[in-house]
């Protein structure tokens, strides 16, 4: 029978980052399954844009990370505002409506500067400026959204390669195409081993303890439907078709106590266009993030969301949901000629329905109600606002429009320079926020509120840090710090 020290369920960024802490924190023997074959391997890390929201009190604190960019781009540090824990933490108050864990959340907060130096340092993730995803230029000086500066060179691609060449050249052992299936314990209640499925069958691992860092249940269907519901249920995915709630359901299935928002889940805006599953050739590049510079309108022709209520990066885990709940869960973004220009490149990858006016434009999209959506551009642009005004992309500008239902509090300018551009978007589900409740050392908790011995948990599978909405950035390292984290404390049991 196999025996290893830390046995690690999934390959993503967290669960690799658990492996490599393992190593690194003195197992010797540490074992990585990852359920899909080599080539589809990486979970939902490989669909990610590789952006990394961190707290640091002086931008040239994050020199280290991106050597040779102050050189490359003039004036770099200007346009990067510091970014405090206490920032931090606020933004995940707000967007969550004040329910994000308090213990789990501050963990993050922290941790969160030392474990993107340690990703860069002991995983070799090389790292670049986030320029494509989070800064405007203005003048001569690229103003960066607060927090989100720095991401994985060749984004989650290039993040998951990389934890994936670390951890071959540690020395630990990665196996395709092995689903973990049941989690063994022994007499006293510790968790044992693990039974795994490959092609050859079913056999089990032993060990001396296990992390789970092998996602939610956003590919699940049934799931989908059960917890979230059916709306949801019959979202595009927007990352592995993996990730079907297996380490859940094994860790619940010993007593972990289910955590966090069940019903809750990160499901950003993408293009409408593609199948059931966004490209993996394609990664993060069917998002559609711009909808701040234009109005969506639902299939019935009318406006359903505040598109400037702040920055895409605080609202687009909420919007792709917003989206899924209005008529056949697809919505149009329109834009005009002024602001067409300030689409993010993502936009590339879809052919616009473009026209020289607007009745022309709505005429091609598949609205049920023209009439109604021709109203409802009317109705904005004599609620909307003059670029003289004061209309500035690179912050929230507080250009609000007015008697409008809903208003649009920031970039409320005025859609009447032709040519006119819609782009398709529905809701993306990339991760569910329920998972199971973990301690400050990652430990897996019982229902009986007592740690479950052996069994660590990371990453998507971590309940209670998100609650309706998400800071962009937020779950890549939220994944590395527990991963961290976890293995650890996992090669400390071993």
């Known amino acids: 029978m196999e025996e290893y020290d830390v046995v690690v369920v999934g390959a993503g960024n967290a669960a690799l980052a658990a492996s490599v802490s393992a190593k690194e924190n003195g197992a010797e023997r540490v074992l990585v399954l990852e359920k899909a074959p080599r080539e589809m391997r990486g979970g939902n890390t490989h669909w990610s844009g590789g952006v990394l929201r961190f707290a640091f009190d002086d931008p040239r604190e994050i020199a280290p990370l991106i050597p040779g960019a102050a050189e490359k781009y003039e004036n770099f540090y200007e346009g990067i505002s510091p970014y405090t824990k206490e920032d931090y933490h606020g933004d995940l108050m707000r967007v969550t409506n004040g329910r994000t864990d308090p213990v789990l959340s501050k963990v993050l907060v922290n941790n969160s500067k030392d474990t993107v130096f340690w990703m860069n340092k002991t995983g070799r993730v090389k790292m670049e400026p986030a320029i494509t995803l989070s800064a405007v230029r203005k003048d001569n000086v690229m103003i960066w959204a607060r927090g989100l500066v720095v991401r994985a060179e060749h984004e989650g691609v290039g993040l998951s390669r990389s934890w994936f060449a670390t951890a071959e050249r540690m020395g630990i052992d990665i196996q395709y195409g092995a689903a ?30 296990v992390v789970l860092g092998c996602g939610g249940f956003e590919a699940n269907v049934q799931m989908r439907t059960q917890h979230i519901g059916p709306l949801v249920g019959a979202a595009k995915v927007r990352g592995t078709p993996h990730n079907q709630g297996d380490g859940l359901r094994m860790a619940m299935a010993i007593g972990a106590m289910p955590w966090g928002q069940w019903s809750g889940c990160h499901a950003t805006p993408i293009s409408a266009d593609w199948g059931e599953f966004a490209p993996r050739e394609l990664t993060d590049r069917s998002n559609r993030l711009s909808y701040v510079y234009g109005v969506m309108l639902n299939r019935r022709g009318r406006r359903f969301v505040d598109e400037g209520e702040d920055g895409a990066l605080f609202t687009y885990a909420k919007f792709g949901r917003a989206i899924l709940a209005e008529p056949g869960g697809k919505a149009y973004q329109i834009f005009d000629s002024k602001v067409v220009h300030l689409l993010e490149p993502r936009y590339e990858t879809s052919t616009p329905i473009v026209s020289d006016t607007l009745e022309g434009l709505l005429e091609q999209l598949d609205i049920e109600d023209k009439e109604q959506a021709l109203k409802t551009l009317l109705e904005y642009n004599a609620g909307a606002r003059d670029p003289q005004d004061g209309y500035d992309p690179t912050r929230k500008d507080g250009l609000r429009s007015r008697g409008l239902n809903p208003e649009k509090t920031n970039w409320a300018l005025r859609i009447d320079k032709p040519p006119y551009y819609a782009y398709s978007a529905t809701g993306g589900i990339t991760f569910t926020f329920g998972g199971l409740k973990v301690d400050e050392n990652a430990q897996v908790i019982g229902t009986d509120w007592r740690p479950i011995p052996g069994l660590f948990a990371c990453g998507e599978m971590v309940g209670g840090l998100f609650y309706d909405n998400y800071p962009a950035g937020t779950g890549l390292v939220s994944g590395a710090t527990f991963g961290r984290i976890a293995g650890r404390n996992a090669a400390a049991r071993s």
């Open 180 to 209: 973990a299936i049941e989690l063994c314990l022994n007499e006293n209640g510790r968790v044992s081993g693990v039974k795994v499925r490959d092609n050859d069958g079913i056999r089990t691992i032993r060990t001396k303890a």
